[in-house]
């Protein structure tokens, strides 16, 4: 990897902005909203540079991270904001595979991403590397909680301003894993959409960089790095099936044109991938949707312990509605008590502690499995995208206690007689 | 990396058992303490192997975690059990450099290790694997907190039993940073080296892997892949500098052992690399058998808030002194303040956030830097083994509060204002 260098030309292949639903182009400016339709604007590319200047050689002579992929990012920079973020582990699942009764079940694991331990670095590497290109001096971001940790951490990597918005009830770990980085940080009295609706205000006031907002285009194309990486590391070959949590949807619209580039292109080959979408009871607009065949969303007010994944008026939910359509998956959702159950399911058997929305996405994985809308021989990929670090309230008392002993063996022995007696008498019970 | 296959045999090099005081050498068993001396064990290998079947490109065809150096590790499995342990980021720093003064400062970040955001997941995945080995099938040891955190979630990956014992009063980020993973828990009332006396008692009757006790040869060579990758991320070749934190003075010299290996098959050029100590002032037996030259550790009774590396009779103390002695490097100490300070300084200057252990690395280097102990042109790398969600109570009232808003333009602009106008004071006081 070090030996070799890129010796290309650089050349960039995003071209414009392209509204998603009338297809008007816009030059590559701060803008996320179409002037004629009001529809959002997305980064288009010449697939036709990327042909000829991609190969899998040379995205494995790339850096360790998801700027390997950087010739699908929509960025001019050769040297993009790189802390190491992407390239987390796709985990071979072993012990939640049997107990699900799957086969072929991988864990794409950003739990451990860099530097913040969710996706959302990866989407804010990329907004702040253009932040920077578009002359950006202060960065924002409406979060909840993860796009703010994410945000506050990169800006003070590069140097960057930063004001982050979240709402007022985040959880003890989201808020500190902001404040650490000494970003000004507005709690709003209010839910994320809500903090949104003020963002969009301020945008327009403050000449700011909103990653999720005025720069929304090119920050949601790092969601792609989580196609590609899959791809990748599964041998340069499509999965069968994903399982995605939904928020606004974006994530899930990404990973599938990333799938599609990699096709466009001709890094791998094409093949049909089932696209399921796992959402919380008490947040699920997307979910609702699809089960009722609706063309629009209905927004709700979120009430749910999954706050990452709590947004009641989603961007990109009806786009995601038309994939799982259109490739034959599900949109599902589940309640807070599963998504605990997912959360203690995960950790017990595959040593990932995740946060809610990763709960939720297991608890959606079993609950399809369950309904026989997985089946077994299918490579399928469960995304993880955030850590249990953060979101400890979730399953304070749900876990059990330790056994607190004196410094003496016969103190252990007894604790340790005493706790298998009690499991003896749970499992007695079980079976009585 | 994918289309390469490794088709060499599958030797091991791993030859036996070996004291680090006397040389008696022993079967390649659960043991860790010499019968004739009494000093620890270690494993050695046959390099001559290693320099005739390893070389650069079968490591870089390797998986993309600690295992593509499996050859360097004592486990004869062609399947260790790997969960994308390792192959974490090494940052080349901007800000703190600048910060400290420093041109070549890299940032070696343990603090995403997968699963447990940890060095000590590279020591439990080696020691897990050898505990299959031999015949384990309940593992446990006594642990600060993170190996504990490791221990269950790589038990739990790979299906073994568990049982891990930690001091009562842990910070509750990594008291539930186990039980999510369903092990036995035990806290101790004492402090880690009463935990450490109780675990050895146990180990000689209950017939269980303690990964830092009778697996400890085995665990501790872990440790040495924290000095492969930097070599490998710095394009094979030693850094000039490196500094980490001790607590029990294992991690040290096995980046140590482990820079020389790669020197004695080949695989980097040799040259000095000084090896520098960070620990905590309320427990610095290793920092003041340095200072004060002397060839033993005096235990102490810790008290700080860095209890992860708070071990008051250190194991490898005295191999510790030695390394920083005869490498021209030192070893520090730091207050609790000095630690808090640590932490935000690497939060603020380059968006990681460590805990109490890394604040306390960070804060010593800092600390040589202004003493000239370091030459700002040296290649330093800076060990940063932990994650600050699981110490959030560390720096709790050290770091601001969000600003508490209505969901409306003007309570934001209000915010904003009062913001700015307490930051012009704080900064004429500063003037002043």
Known sequence: MTQAIDTQKATTAFKALKCKECGAEYELKASHVCEFCFGPLEVSYDYSTLRQTVTRESIQAGPNSMWRYRKFLPVASENPIDVGTGMTPLVRSQRLARRLGLNKLYIKNDAVNMPTLSFKDRVVSVALTRARELGFTTVSCASTGNLANSTAAIAAHAGL???VFIPADLEAGKVLGSLIYSPTLMAVKGNYDQVNRLCS???NTHG??????????????????LGFEVAEQLGWQLPDHIVAPLASGSLFTKIYKGFNEFVEVGLVEGKPVRFSGAQAEG???????FKEDRDFIQPVKPNTIAKSIAIGNPADGIYAVEIAKKTGGSIESVTDAEIIEGIKLLAETEGIFTETAGGTTVAVLKKLVEAGKINPDETTVVYITGNGLKTQEAVHGYIGEPLTIEAKLDSFEGALERSRTLERLEWQQVLV
């Open 161 to 163: 301003d930063c004001c």
């Open 201 to 203: 205000e301020v945008a």
């Open 208 to 225: 700011w960089g909103f990653v999720n907002i005025n720069l929304r285009p090119y920050y949601s194309e790092g969601s792609k790095t």
């Open 283 to 289: 947040c699920s607009p997307i979910a609702q949707a």
